[in-house]
């Protein structure tokens, strides 16, 4: 984790707004939905570092009410 960013996802859940910040390598658009699949309980987080867990697609995380995902760094 020594090369790791703040980073402010944003999404709407079922019309709410939502907001959350995570540490993590690298984000893009694929890491952010997933990231905010996990937040709304829907995507799954591994146990372990290693574990491959398959991510939440866009098309997935809209099934539940996941819309309008947005991210940017943290200032």
């Given at each position: 984790?020594?090369n790791?960013?703040?980073?402010?996802i944003?999404y709407?859940?079922?019309?709410?707004?939502?907001?959350f910040?995570?540490?993590h390598?690298?984000?893009?658009n694929?890491?952010?939905?997933?990231w905010?699949?996990?937040?709304?309980?829907?995507?799954?987080i591994?146990?372990?570092?290693?574990e491959?867990v398959k991510?939440?697609?866009?098309?997935?995380?809209q099934?539940?009410?996941?819309e309008?995902?947005t991210?940017?760094?943290?200032?």
């Amino acid at each position: 984790m020594i090369n790791t960013t703040l980073f402010v996802i944003e999404y709407t859940l079922h019309g709410v707004p939502k907001s959350f910040i995570i540490r993590h390598e690298k984000m893009d658009n694929a890491e952010a939905w997933h990231w905010a699949s996990c937040d709304a309980g829907v995507g799954r987080i591994g146990r372990f570092v290693r574990e491959k867990v398959k991510k939440t697609s866009m098309p997935q995380a809209q099934k539940f009410g996941i819309e309008n995902v947005t991210w940017r760094p943290t200032r």
